[in-house]
Each structure stands twice: as structure tokens, then as C-alpha cells.
């Protein structure tokens, strides 16, 4: 599956905004789909993550209240929309997939996910 992301842009903190990953070559109902972001000079670390066969979503503690993640299988997309966010949220966020047809759980382990979009730059400014 080849992933792309988008949406990304410079906003004020306490801004939001909406990611979009949107997939194509592959069963978008299979996969379970993770965010992830990288800071400069940080690890890519996780965001949260939606499973492939009931929806189940799972945050990190550092968005959890704030973000929210959603699909929608019909258009092969997965977004990610991120309120209130603050300078610590600057990042190049990506979107990746974990081929799981029956999945019922998901989690943010990076090494689990073999599909990865280009990456889009989320920039919060105080």
C-alpha cells in the first residue's frame, strides 16, 4: 500500500488542524493505521493508532483529549485531527501501515509498520 499525507501548515498555538493519509495499491481495510510524528534532533515516536477490523484507537498520553483519529474506508483515508495544539506538537508527522486483516487492537510499535507515508510538517507557534 503507498501512503500520502497532507494537511500539514503553520498554525498558533492552541490552533488545530487536520491531517489526512490517504491510501492506494492495497486493502485500506487491512491495514491498521498508525500516526506518528518526529521533532528535530527527537526519535519518531507514536501519536496513536486505528485498528484494521473494528476501529479501535489507541493514543499516547501526549495527545490523548486533544487529538482524534478517524477513517473513512470508502474514500481509503485515515485523518488525524489535532486541536489545541502547542509549540511541543511541532513535527513532521507521518502516517503508516500495519497489514493486519483481522486486527482488533493496535499500537504505536514503529517496527510493526512497513508502509510509511513522505511525511507532512506540523509547525505550532507560541
Known amino acids: 500500500v503507498q501512503l500520502q499525507a497532507s494537511g500539514g501548515g503553520l498554525v498558533q498555538a492552541g490552533g488545530s488542524l487536520r491531517l489526512s493519509c490517504a491510501a492506494s495499491g492495497g486493502v485500506f481495510t487491512s491495514y491498521t493505521m498508525g500516526w506518528f510524528r518526529q521533532a528535530p534532533g527527537k526519535e519518531r515516536e507514536g501519536v496513536g493508532c486505528?485498528?484494521?477490523?473494528?476501529?479501535?484507537?489507541f493514543y499516547e498520553d501526549s495527545v490523548k483529549g486533544r487529538f482524534t483519529i478517524s477513517k473513512d474506508n470508502a474514500k481509503n483515508t485515515v485523518y488525524l485531527q489535532m486541536n489545541n495544539l502547542n509549540p511541543e506538537d511541532t513535527a513532521v508527522y507521518y502516517c503508516a501501515g500495519d497489514w493486519q486483516p483481522f486486527g482488533i487492537s493496535c499500537d504505536t510499535i514503529r517496527w510493526k509498520y512497513d508502509a510509511w507515508g513522505q511525511g507532512t510538517q506540523v509547525t505550532v507557534s507560541s
Open positions: 486505528i485498528s484494521s477490523s473494528d476501529g479501535k484507537i
